[in-house]
């Protein structure tokens, strides 16, 4: 991703399905207007999720995601399919792809599967017969492949083009219906506010820059006619002072939220980075019972520590050494097991507790998966601040400025 680019997390996600050789794939090229993504006549030519980002007007920066054919064979093939329905859980839009010349019972019951799982997520879906133009005289396709009557379906032919511009449409209508997420800082910065951001410099601080969820709240501090004050963790007291008044509320990475804590008064509105972005990617309340359950930990328990991202882990790695040092502080004989990016255990059962990252690269439609298939599963979940403000004795005021 280049500094300039829309992160994927807030990109409106878009995944193709269906049976191969479709033409899922150049679907996407011609809604990409280039020919990025491999195509051919061979079935199965996509065995692997394919991301490519655009812009598309009005919604703006969207991700489409080709995926393999839902009737792969063989052992490796199943795999494939399993990997294109874990697609589905990240995505904002599904269309279902369908070819207007192979017409049967298999296809027909592939699609109610596939809706049936799309229902399940609340995911909305456009199904699309592609290479309409192969077949002479009217056609109901609802009829041809039993589809309910309150999914639309959109006739195209990828290959001439025909009915590009109806399914570019019918996406941007889906869009417009999409519930747009919570603000990072809505409700906790007010146009006129002064934020004092604490973003420590540390070996595990990306060398020239800041990390994408710092920079991505200083955007959201700034579009609200605010100002941010953005200062290292041994500056707190000089950047109050040299202020000449209290800021309106102070953010932190929360690794320094207990000296940041000690450094400032004790009615001064905190709370971290990590925070805010579990409450915009997912569900507030449920995380907080989550760190709550640090308490209830016995001997012997497994815990998930869980990242969106896979970047190169550091000698102080706060996924890896920084929380399991302070959860060991509550409960030493604990054990822990890591997954990053978008690698989540279906089986969630041997664990006590799960703590989750910020999901800065996630968008929010994977992690409302997660926080539901724990939530089902009824395993604890909790983030990354919380856990770390519950383990220094400040997680009620870290969580106060959100009014919960």
Known sequence: MGLNDTPSGNRYTIGLFGPRNVGKSSLVNKLLGQDLVLTSNVAGTTTDPVSKSMELLPIGPVLFVDTAGLDDEGELGLKRVDK?????????????????????????EMAEQFLRESRKRNMPTIVVVNKCESIEGPVSYRECFDIPADVPIVCTDALSGSGIEDLRQAIIKCAKQDDSPIGLTDGIVNKGDVVLLVTPIDSAAPKGRLILPQQQVIRDILDKGAMALVVKETEVKAAITALGKAPDIVITDSQAFKSVAND???????????????????????QLQGARALDTLEAGDRILISEGCTHHRQCNDIGTVKIPKL??????????DWTSGGEYPRDLSGYKLIIHCGACMLNRREMQYRLGEADTQGIPIANYGMVIAY???ILERAICPFGI
């Open 84 to 108: 294109s329905y874990e697609t589905l859980r990240k995505c904002d839009l599904a269309l279902f792809v369908l070819d207007a010349s192979r017409q049967g019972v298999e296809f027909s």
């Open 327 to 336: 959860v060991r502080m509550i409960q030493p004989d604990v054990e822990f």
């Open 391 to 393: 383990c220094n004795g």
């Open 264 to 286: 400032i008064p004790p009615d001064m509105p905190l709370t971290s980075f990590s925070i805010i972005f579990a409450r915009q990617k997912g569900d507030l309340a449920q």
